[in-house]
């Protein structure tokens, strides 16, 4: 595509080089356009209310990394984890 883009764009040379190499002018036309506009500026995202607090997210971790590991699987250790948080902390 940047091949036909590097052609000046004159009375049909676009569209007949697109038709030999297989290209979709709508395409071309799409990609041009958003060459042409400024790119968005990324936003950070807010923390939802309901999100772990940093001292929770690393009790978690620890309990996941802790004695529970040799005795239980993965989705064993959530589930017990998540029974837990539910318990000791009540429903949010």
Known sequence: MDAVTALAPQGGLIAATCTALGLSRASLHRREAARKQPRAIARARPKPL?????AEQQHILEMLRGPLKSQYGILERLYLIVEMRIILSGIR
Do not use: F, G, P, S
């Open 50 to 54: 309901r999100a772990m607090t940093d």
